[in-house]
């Protein structure tokens, strides 16, 4: 079961239980205009065989979690507190060389774009090979072999020949389906992928969520899948993080965020999507306002400015910053509407209308 | 099938006059070679597309990527030369004037871009931008350029009062708003819009969305829509026109197409769009197409489905199917339709 921890948690006084455990992860950037706060106190857990989707708009936080984890800032300003856990191993303290060994081997990321995350001066063939031979002790031969296998098993046609080719030869779900070999080559445990769909067609995005689920399956791996699509996650995930300005604002097994979402975001979210499984509405619900500045981030809750129900609260959500609360089955959202509220208005108010 | 076949929920709206009409259009790229540059081949983008565009609706074309959508779009504003066919706009045959003859058209033709940072100026205002076509089409305005741009400003959703500010300063969904105010600054009376909301976050996505239609029912704007998210398209489509490798392969009223698809890629896109709902998981059936689309350089012949589709027999690869009504407003190009036994009076 993937969940989150409480959010009373002390760094240092729990052992991590999970594959992946993330404790009040901040990933701050100074920088001339003032900090920015990109992740501000994120806490989650991943298991083998389980995906979580991260859901949010774009400047939220998103991928910098996901950099984080993979030991991507290093080196550049970022300050990055709190802990993760990679199979009890602490990564944040954690040295540059060693983190770059787990690196592939234990965990890979597939990328958004697979045109400018691949080399265009090598052959597929010579990445894949390249990141295979780093961590195992084989020939080149043998290790052509294995990307061969690697690539056939992600569905390219002819994989004794096209291994040669070089990524600009490749279509655009290729290009996608070598990276993700490339990923899987070592059989890693953990894979991230950052919007893995989001350059693709429909018709291709459908075959590589097919592809990610079948793999997983195989791998027994865990899964982190970021994307801003919420259909993506529902084909997917296990579980949901919602993330608005660096922060959770919601959590819960996929079923619980679709069916009872509980923070006005979610709701925002959903109502902002047309649905081509309903009848036509005649108006989109869009979230009023754009996503905040994160070196400016409005105080109290930072989804104030864009709620419609802050008002509701009596004034607390300018004032006071929303604590994430379990409102049961593992189900958390930081929101200061009390429970009765927001059943209220979800099934008054967005329910019908979505 | 279903009692919603019968009852379409919005009654067909009355048909407006014929605002665009395409015949038989065709864009090749040729692809030259060598010292001479020969030409030894040509990308077959738009490959014989017929339809009318009606005052007053919203016709969008759907898609993959290099399907010739885009390629459309540029063909119908005449931002490319058309190898052959016509497009004729407001009774003038516009395929192969000059510039000079197009210019005063531009007028009544505009487009949105996809793209909303890479279409401003960053070095000029907001101000200025939108005032452009003022300037470029030596266009009078009664109260003044900067108070006619001010309104426009104000009729998309933006503060007057950043007239003089720059695009930087504005996020995405606000660029696309500057951009929108100067696609309408004219007020045209065709708007080819490219894409324009997939660069953008879900939820600023919905308020443009909002915004093209109010401005439609406002303006009585008349759409063409470019886009690859059937979602969307559903949205705010009246009519919708699917393209597969340059050819449109069905072309129906909104309700017909999503409730009733005929061509057998309509239905494998539509199974193929992703649902946020969790329930759905395991009740949908999904048509997984095998590979990629076939290159326009060489695309199949006859039906140019044939390859991934999963009806596909001999004479799809012999014969072509031509683009004809299989029922009242649907018109489909396929041997062997989908969902016919729901139409009355289809081809058997």
């Not at chain 1, 003032?34 to 989707?53: C, I």
């Not at chain 1, 991507?72 to 300003?77: A, D, E, Q, Y």
């Not at chain 1, 089955?329 to 429970?339: K, Q």
């Not at chain 2, 990527?65 to 885009?70: A, E, H, L, R, V």
Request: net charge negative; glycine share 8%.
């Amino acid at each position: 079961m993937t969940e989150i921890a409480e959010h009373s948690y002390r760094p240092g006084t729990e052992k991590p239980t999970s594959f992946l455990d993330v404790r009040d992860l901040r990933v701050h950037f100074p920088t001339d205009d003032g900090l920015v706060k990109s992740v501000d106190g994120l806490t989650f857990r991943v298991d083998r065989g389980k995906t979580l989707g991260i859901v949010g708009e774009s400047g939220s936080g998103k991928s910098v979690t996901s950099l984080s984890v993979m030991g991507l800032h290093h080196g550049g300003s970022a300050k990055i507190t709190g802990e993760i856990f990679l199979d009890g191993e602490e990564l944040v303290g954690a040295s540059p060389e060693g983190v770059r060994l787990l690196r592939g081997q234990k965990m890979a990321m597939i990328f958004q774009d697979p045109l400018s995350s691949m080399h265009p001066y090598y052959t597929i063939g010579y990445q894949i090979v390249e990141a295979y031979r780093i961590h195992n002790d084989v020939s080149k031969k043998a290790a052509y072999q294995h990307a061969i296998e690697m690539l056939d098993r992600v569905g390219i046609p002819q994989p004794d020949k096209r291994v040669h080719d070089y990524p600009h030869q490749f279509s655009g779900g290729m290009r996608q389906r070598a990276m993700i070999a490339m990923a899987l080559s070592c059989d890693p445990e953990l894979l991230i992928a950052d919007e893995p769909t989001t350059a693709l067609d429909v018709t291709v995005q459908a075959q590589i969520l097919d592809l990610i689920r079948d793999l997983q399956k195989e791998f027994n791996s865990a899964v982190i899948i970021i994307t801003h699509d919420l259909g993506v996650v529902a084909e997917l995930a296990d579980d949901i993080l919602v993330m608005y300005a660096g922060r959770c604002a919601e959590y819960g097994s996929a079923d619980d965020i679709f069916r009872e979402p509980q923070h006005p975001y979610t709701w925002g979210l959903l109502g902002s999507m047309p649905r081509i499984d309903r009848e036509r509405s005649e108006r989109l619900l869009p979230i009023k306002g754009t996503p905040p500045s994160l070196i400016n981030v409005p105080s109290g809750c930072a989804f104030n400015p864009r709620c419609t129900y802050c008002d509701l609260t009596g004034g607390r959500s300018t004032s006071e910053r929303p604590e994430l609360i379990d409102v049961g089955h593992g189900h958390r959202v930081a929101c200061h509407l009390t429970r009765d509220q927001r059943d209220q208005i979800w099934r008054d108010d967005i329910q019908p209308k979505l | 099938m279903t009692t919603a076949d019968t009852t379409p929920t919005a009654a067909p709206q009355p048909l407006g006059e014929v605002l665009l009409s395409v015949q038989g259009l065709v864009k090749h790229f040729p692809i030259r070679r060598g010292v001479l540059q020969r030409k030894v081949g040509a990308v077959q983008a738009v490959d014989g597309l017929t339809f009318d565009v009606r005052q007053g609706e919203t016709l969008s074309l759907v898609g993959e990527s290099g399907c010739g959508k885009s390629t459309t779009g540029r063909l119908l504003t005449r931002l490319l030369e058309p190898t052959g066919g016509s497009v004729t706009f407001d009774g003038h045959d516009i395929s192969h004037i000059s510039n000079g003859k197009m210019r005063p058209l531009r007028r009544d033709v505009q487009m949105i871009f996809q793209d909303p940072y890479s279409s401003l100026n960053p070095r000029h205002t907001v101000g200025r931008i939108v005032g452009a076509p003022f300037k470029l089409q030596k266009v009078e305005t009664e109260a003044g350029t900067k108070k006619t741009v001010q309104d426009l400003l104000e009729l998309v959703g933006l503060n007057p009062e950043h007239y003089n500010r720059y695009p930087h300063e504005f996020s995405g969904g606000q660029r696309q708003r500057i951009g929108i105010a100067r696609t309408l600054a004219l007020r045209p009376k065709l708007i080819v819009a490219d894409e324009p909301v997939s660069a953008l976050d879900v939820s600023i996505q919905a308020q443009v969305v909002n915004l093209l239609e109010d401005l439609q029912d406002e303006l009585g704007l008349t759409y063409v829509m470019i886009a690859h998210d059937l979602s969307v398209v559903r949205h705010v489509s009246d009519r919708v026109a699917v393209m597969y490798l340059g050819k449109i392969v069905e072309l129906a009223d909104r309700h017909n197409l999503y409730e009733t698809p005929m061509h057998p890629y309509t239905v494998a896109l539509m199974s193929a769009v992703p649902i946020p709902d969790t329930k759905r998981r395991t009740e949908r059936e999904r048509i997984r197409l095998q590979g990629d689309v076939p290159s326009p350089i060489n695309p199949p012949p006859a039906c140019r489905f044939h390859t991934r589709c999963w009806k596909a027999q001999e004479i799809c690869k012999t014969t072509e199917p031509p683009l004809v009504d299989l029922a009242p407003r649907h018109q489909v190009a396929c041997h062997f339709p989908e969902n016919q036994d729901a139409v009355v009076g289809s081809r058997g």
